[in-house]
């Protein structure tokens, strides 16, 4: 009995390697390799920025009737403007920095009401230095 239980098992390691040697391959496709590089563009920055620095303003009563801004809407065309002029005047044109970004990013949630220049280049975090690639 134990013959055939070591018969049967060789008969089927025999067959695992016959299934995967090199003669038997065939290819299914081809691999594409994207870059993954840890950047984006100043668009895309801008964006980012500009809706999170609304945010920070709509939560700080900034926004709204007699207000910094009347609406969202003003805020973010007022911030986006800012930021991009920002972004040009430092030459950043190879795109920003996913990771600065994301510090840059987090620092203006965390910004207090009341903080003069809850933004760039003010916070250190989101300047150019930190920001450009």
Do not use: H
């Not at 016959?18 to 100043?42: E, F, I, K, M, R």
């Not at 709204?64 to 003003?74: F, H, K, M, Q, T």
């Not at 972004?87 to 910004?111: E, K, M, P, T």
């Amino acid at each position: 009995m134990k013959l055939l239980g070591l018969m049967g098992a060789g008969v089927i390691a025999g067959g695992l390697a016959a299934a995967c040697s090199t003669a038997d391959y065939y290819p299914v496709g081809s691999a594409t390799v994207t870059s993954s590089l840890p950047w984006v563009s100043n668009d895309q920055a801008v964006e980012r920025i500009s809706l999170e620095r609304c945010r920070r303003e709509m939560s700080c009563d900034n926004i709204g009737p007699n207000r910094l801004w009347e609406n969202i809407s003003a805020c973010q065309r007022d911030v986006r403007t800012q930021t991009r002029d920002y972004f040009d005047s430092q030459s950043c044109g190879a795109g920003i920095d996913v990771y600065g970004l994301a510090s840059c990013v987090d620092r203006i949630r965390n910004a207090r009401c009341g903080e003069e220049g809850a933004g760039v280049p003010r916070l250190t975090e989101c300047r150019a230095s930190r920001l450009c690639r």
